[in-house]
């Protein structure tokens, strides 16, 4: 998606589900950059996108 502006990826990645991040960010440094960014997760939040999940200690 390197032809696409910033934002656009940006909104798509908000759009998977954060579940593929850990794959995901091992497509390109751009994705792991944004992956790790707050911009993204505050874009999630602007578009309602919410996940439930289970953290356990083990």
């Known amino acids: 998606i390197p032809s696409l502006p910033g934002d656009v990826t ?4 908000a759009r998977v589900p ?18 790790a960014s707050p911009k993204l997760y505050k874009r999630r ?4 996108i919410t996940q ?5 200690l083990l």
């Open 52 to 56: 439930h999940r289970v953290d356990a």
């Open 18 to 35: 954060s579940s593929h991040y850990p794959t995901l960010s091992l497509v390109s440094k751009t994705f792991r950059k944004l992956i």
């Open 45 to 48: 939040s602007q578009l309602g």
């Open 10 to 13: 940006v909104d798509i990645l």
